[in-house]
């Protein structure tokens, strides 16, 4: 089975530090992806990546950037991190077949 | 447009049927998916519609019809450990990789 591995399950960061969030699949896949998750909301695409070095905008990248420098890793940066950044982020990877995998998850809370 | 509608929650008896709907507008997706996820926990695939009709699959079926926007997935002899929250995700017409999500509806299954 293909593994997701998000680096933190809980995070607690400071207004204004630069967050990094980190996601490795172990299954080459070509296509990783960064979400957000806020009740009510549901999941919203912040940026994602097709290959290494690649990167396109999701529908909310403001405030965050991304970092692709090898296939498996595909990391997540909060350059100043905000209260309203606090939410569960959610990486995902895709291959070639239609489905995606999640990792389980980082909840970050920014005080 | 790039909506996706579900509803917010519904409950149900255990060993019972539940059926949980997603609309969207057909230009916007091409096929659809569903995902169960628990509290805390990272979304589970559960089916893939690219073609209209219904996909059985154990206890749980996904129908699609593309002409009218509407899926829905239907859960059979209802089990507590159902309760989750059911998300509907479209895949963009023309192809490509991205999902789209639905808010999620949250089904809890009562004895």
């Known amino acids: 089975d293909v593994k997701v591995t998000q680096s933190s399950r809980y995070l607690v960061k400071r207004t204004g530090e630069k967050v990094f969030l980190e996601c490795v699949q172990d299954?080459?896949?070509?296509?990783m992806f960064w979400y957000r998750q806020d009740p009510g909301l549901g999941l919203r695409l912040i940026y994602f990546?097709?290959?290494?070095?690649?990167?396109e905008k999701g529908d909310i990248p403001e405030g965050y950037s991304v970092s692709r420098e090898k296939k498996e890793r595909f990391s997540l940066i909060l350059e100043s991190a905000s209260t309203n950044q606090t939410s569960m982020y959610l990486c995902?990877?895709?291959?070639?077949?239609?489905?995606?995998?999640f990792g389980s998850g980082t909840r970050l809370t920014v005080v | 447009g790039q909506n996706i509608d579900q509803p917010t929650e519904m409950t149900a008896t255990e060993g019972a049927i539940v059926q949980i709907n997603c609309t969207y507008q057909?230009?916007?997706?091409?096929?659809l998916f569903w995902y169960q996820q628990h509290a805390g926990e990272a979304p589970t695939f559960l089916s893939y519609?690219?073609?209209?009709g219904l996909e059985e699959k154990g206890r749980f079926s996904s129908f699609l019809s593309r002409s009218k926007g509407y899926s829905y997935l239907l859960l059979k002899e209802l089990q507590m450990k159902d309760s989750a929250s059911y998300l509907c995700?479209?895949?963009?017409?023309?192809?490509?990789?991205?999902?789209?999500f639905g808010t999620g509806t949250q089904l809890k299954v009562e004895l």
């Open positions: 057909t230009s916007g997706f091409n096929g």
């Open positions: 299954m080459d896949h070509e296509n």
């Open positions: 995902a990877s895709k291959g070639t077949g239609a489905g995606y995998t």
């Open positions: 990546s097709y290959d290494v070095k690649m990167k």
């Open positions: 519609n690219v073609l209209d």
């Open positions: 995700a479209g895949t963009p017409q023309g192809g490509g990789n991205k999902l789209t």
